[in-house]
């Protein structure tokens, strides 16, 4: 009988506390938002919408660091690239990192 028993006081404001303690957590939230998902989904966009404008003509650089010039536009995904004179490549839309010049289909001598 030498303890005494303590009684929790009960807090006057339990759900401001809670408020308070989720705060910091949507404050966080927000900053990763505006700083690194929006910025990157605009990219994405933009990279989307750059690869759908691809004609024929278009001097391109893959991902791989190659540079060459688009000769045909074979499917939806795929496109031939002409990396030399007699070098062709066909190469995946998604992979054209760059457009460097947007060039017209001149005609075919022949």
């Known amino acids: 009988m030498f303890i ?21 957590f949507i404050a966080i939230f927000a ?7 929006r910025p990157q989904q605009k990219r994405l966009k933009q990279h989307q919408e750059m690869v759908e404008a691809l004609t024929r003509g278009d001097t391109v650089v893959t991902a791989g660091g190659l540079i060459g010039k688009v000769v045909k536009v074979t499917s939806d995904d795929e496109l031939l ?17 760059e457009v460097r010049t947007r060039g ?5 001598r022949k």
Do not use: C, H, N
């Not at 017209?104 to 075919?108: E, L, M, N």
């Open 4 to 24: 005494t028993p303590a009684w929790a006081q009960a807090s006057g404001g339990g759900a401001a506390g809670g408020l308070l303690q989720i705060l910091p």
């Open 31 to 37: 900053i990763m938002y505006f700083l690194i998902i």
């Open 81 to 97: 690239v002409e990396l030399a004179s007699d070098v062709r490549v066909k190469v995946v839309r998604q992979t054209i990192s």
């Open 104 to 108: 017209k289909p001149v005609a075919d």
